[in-house]
């Protein structure tokens, strides 16, 4: 006997928590941190409150873990990409479409970090893991502009957090403002045709902006 959980037992508490951590998502989403109740995630998962103090010690840690789980999400997609031996104009243009398509494939995302600032970073600020985990991010940048900056195709003048900034602005208004801007300007972000248009948009605008010289 060593003592360690059967495999079977692993893969039902890995799917528990995940599970979890799903409904959570949402449901803090929709409601907020004040608002969300432990009781509605237990009952949505078909689990028990107990449950969700075993994996994740309350309603707070729930929280945190569903605040590190949407931004590492973002962070994988972007690591998915390949950038190696590719053009940095292409490169720099994928990477702005992977974000657009990202953060609207994941609105619960966008809620989510809106809530957060409103609470001004109050929880944020107590998971140490996400500022390692936003490095990738201004290192893959790094790395596209480095190239183009190499062949001369770039401007010198611009980080990786300028970019960073550039790109996510552009992506988390698509959804913070969705209903807002829809309803002043009678359009609908998510329609097939307007939410194509705006995804080469932001690619215009970086390479537009990053080869400007």
């Not at 003592?3 to 803090?28: H, I, K, M, S, Y």
């Not at 004040?34 to 995630?41: C, F, K, L, N, Q």
């Not at 970090?113 to 409103?118: D, K, P, Q, S, T």
Request: net charge negative; hydrophobic share 40%; glycine share 8%.
């Amino acid at each position: 006997m060593t003592g360690e959980p059967r495999p079977e037992l692993q893969r039902d508490a890995e799917r528990t928590r995940a599970d979890l951590l799903a409904v959570a998502t949402e449901v803090f989403a929709e409601s907020g941190y004040s608002g969300a109740r432990v009781d509605e995630i237990a009952e949505r998962t078909r689990t028990t409150k107990r449950m969700i103090y075993y994996y994740f010690g309350g309603k707070e840690g729930l929280y945190m873990a569903v605040l590190e789980s949407a931004y590492r999400g973002i962070r994988e997609a972007e690591q998915r990409l390949q950038v190696d031996h590719v053009d940095p104009v292409v490169a720099i243009r994928n990477l702005a479409e992977l974000t657009f398509d990202h953060h609207l494939d994941h609105q619960a995302f966008i809620r989510l970090v809106a809530i957060e600032n409103i609470h001004r970073g109050e929880y944020i600020g107590r998971i140490d893991s996400l500022r390692t985990l936003g490095q990738p991010a201004t290192s893959l940048l790094d790395e596209i502009l480095a190239r183009g900056h190499e062949q001369g195709v770039f401007r010198a003048d611009v980080d990786a957090l300028d970019v960073h900034l550039l790109i996510s602005s552009y992506c988390v208004f698509q959804v913070a403002n969705r209903y807002t801007f829809g309803f002043l300007f009678d359009v609908d972000f998510t329609e097939t045709t307007r939410r194509a248009h705006l995804r080469r948009m932001i690619g215009d605008v970086v390479v537009g902006w990053l080869t400007t010289h």
